[in-house]
């Protein structure tokens, strides 16, 4: 090959690695509206939920959840009925309305169906929750759902400025989950943050030998922090048994200091 061919063939080659190399990562998505309802405002809060690649605004589908509810004042209540199809970035979605009618914390939570993801030859399961506040009613925020995995919230989930640190618990089957993967992503919602390199499209953190992570935003918006694991049971693909990847998802919003 002449030069000029190497050098073509190369960057062919480039490219084609590139784009069999997700750097970016999955995150299952539940966005509110608002995450601080106040007396004045609007009651009613809209959910978004989907499957996305949050940083690169890359969609990807989201079937009908398997659990969609939330819990509030010590009541766990299902909303799969409320769910309507809707697009994310392209992608079908799901959206909701949840009409808030008393002071309390509510946290929201979706169980997607097993998403298989034949480039890590697994199946993908993302519980994902976000938590929202309500006229002025503050307990409970650090409560656990009582998920197969979870982050349970160090930080008050809400109220957050940018430049603050989120800090959480990885937990499975209710203990801490030490030295966890926390994958970290921005919703790069205007598209107006552009990584400067691959390996800053997806952060990643360990959590500490009890399962504390701790990460601190550069900028206000919506954060999404995944723990991931491999849980102790397979699921069935084509006739093979294979591995389930379940993801602690929460999305904490943090507002500009001004
Ligand atoms: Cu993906």
């Not at 392209?90 to 808030?100: C, G, L």
């Not at 938590?131 to 759902?145: I, K, P, R, Y």
């Not at 030295?179 to 552009?194: F, K, L, S, T």
């Amino acid at each position: 090959m002449g030069l000029l061919r190497i050098r073509r063939y190369l960057a062919i080659l480039a490219l084609v690695v590139l784009a069999a190399n997700p750097s970016n990562a999955h995150f299952g998505m539940v966005i509110p509206s608002d995450t601080m309802v106040m007396q004045a405002d609007n009651r009613t809060i809209k959910l978004t939920l989907s499957f996305s690649h949050p940083m690169e605004m890359v969609g990807m589908e989201l079937e009908k959840p398997k659990v969609f509810a939330v819990s509030a004042n010590g009541k766990n209540k299902d909303l799969l009925g409320q769910l309507k199809p809707t697009k994310v970035m392209d992608h079908a979605a799901w959206t909701a309305e949840y009409a808030i009618k008393r002071p309390g914390v509510y946290m929201f939570h979706m169980e997607p169906q097993p998403y298989w993801e034949p480039a890590e030859d697994c199946f993908i399961v993302h519980l994902t929750k976000t938590v929202v506040t309500a006229f002025g009613d503050d307990e409970g925020w650090d409560a656990e759902l009582g998920l197969k995995t979870e982050i349970v919230p160090l930080s008050k989930p809400y109220g957050l400025y940018a430049g603050n640190v989120f800090q959480g618990i990885v937990k499975v089957d209710g203990k801490p989950l030490a030295y966890a993967d926390v994958e970290v992503e921005y919703y790069n919602q205007d598209r107006n943050i552009h990584a400067p390199t691959d390996y800053m499209v997806t952060q990643t953190v360990k959590a500490d030998g009890s399962g504390v992570f701790t990460y601190a935003t550069p900028i206000s918006g919506w954060w999404g922090f995944a723990a991931l694991s491999t849980v102790d049971y397979t699921m069935e693909h084509d006739g093979k048994e294979k591995d389930v990847e379940m993801g602690a998802v929460i999305w904490v919003y943090f507002h500009d200091w001004k």
